[in-house]
């Protein structure tokens, strides 16, 4: 039997928050794949610090809100550093919300278990997130980035 689950990627390492540096200087308007929801002209939106680095709680606030849109009780983390997990566990213990990840470091099987999950959260400039969303696209799968929505999007289900 399949079971719901919402599948996220957090791009949190040091040489990722090293790189979202470069978001605050003059002239920049994309970083590697922030094309995927900004579009080639920024026309959906301006690059962010927020949108290269979310915070933990615009991580747990859209994370609740896709939670409750779906119904889903179980989450798929894939991390280059941190997956949050005590924090998710803390914010969500009453919520019946069971957390999971890879015991090792294998970015092809998250790679099938995002594109798999009944919706995907991801980092609006990763490229790691543009392959799961290419692969989701496809399948007519929900995608939606942390801190990013403009007028047009909405989480479908």
């Known amino acids: 039997q399949d079971v719901p689950y919402v599948g996220i990627h ?3 390492g040091g040489d990722w928050v090293r790189a979202c540096d470069h978001v605050s200087s003059p002239g920049v308007t994309q970083l590697f794949s922030s094309v995927q929801c900004l579009g080639y002209q920024s026309q959906w939106g301006q690059l962010t610090s ?3 680095t979310p915070g933990h709680h615009i991580i747990i606030q859209e994370l609740s809100e896709v939670l409750r849109l779906t119904g889903a009780k179980h989450v ?8 949050m997990l005590s924090t998710f566990i803390s914010k ?8 999971h990840k890879q015991s090792g470091d294998d970015p092809l099987l998250d790679l099938v278990i995002l594109s798999s999950s009944q919706h995907f959260i991801g980092n609006c ?15 007519n799968l929900p995608t939606s980035f942390w801190a990013f929505r403009n007028k047009t999007q909405k989480i479908e289900l």
């Open 125 to 139: 400039v990763s490229s790691f997130t543009g392959l799961v969303k290419r692969i989701r696209d496809n399948d």
């Open 10 to 12: 957090l791009r949190n």
């Open 50 to 52: 927020d949108l290269c």
């Open 92 to 99: 969500f213990k009453h919520d019946g919300v069971t957390f």
């Open 76 to 83: 798929f983390i894939a991390s280059d550093y941190d997956h």
